[in-house]
């Protein structure tokens, strides 16, 4: 089992930075693979970005390239997004999840465990 715990939501202005912070704790390993996802109200969740345990590789949704980067720290089993630039439509839920040998996939179902959520919502 894999334990993840969300931080760093909030409100912001449109054009204004947001760092959400996600901790994994339990049986992790090199195998494991972290998302982010989203989900607004009456929408479906969708992915926003993923990186491999290692760092070594990325996987962002178009509409946040440029402007939200994904990073992790081994060291304390945390990985981060990095959002500038937000805009009102990205206001929504925002989901840390890990996923098990699926690498930085964009696919929801690849995803075993989620964390609690953190909400972020962008002004405009």
């Known amino acids: 089992q894999v334990q993840l715990v969300e931080s760093g939501g909030g409100l912001v202005e449109a054009g204004g930075s947001l760092r959400l912070s996600c901790r994994a704790s339990?049986?992790?390993?090199?195998?494991?693979?972290m998302g982010w996802f989203r989900q607004a109200p009456g929408k479906e969740r969708e992915f926003v970005a993923a990186i491999t345990w290692s760092g070594g590789s990325t996987n962002y949704a178009e509409s946040v390239k440029g402007r939200f980067t994904i990073s992790r720290d081994p060291a304390e089993n945390t990985k981060y997004l990095q959002m500038n630039n937000l805009k009102p439509e990205d206001t929504a839920v925002y989901y840390c999840?890990?996923?098990?040998?699926?690498?930085?996939?964009?696919?929801?179902?690849?995803?075993?465990?989620w964390g609690q959520g953190t909400q972020v919502t962008v002004s405009s």
């Open positions: 999840a890990a996923n098990l040998f699926r690498g930085p996939t964009s696919a929801v179902s690849a995803y075993r465990y």
């Open positions: 339990g049986r992790t390993s090199s195998n494991y693979a």
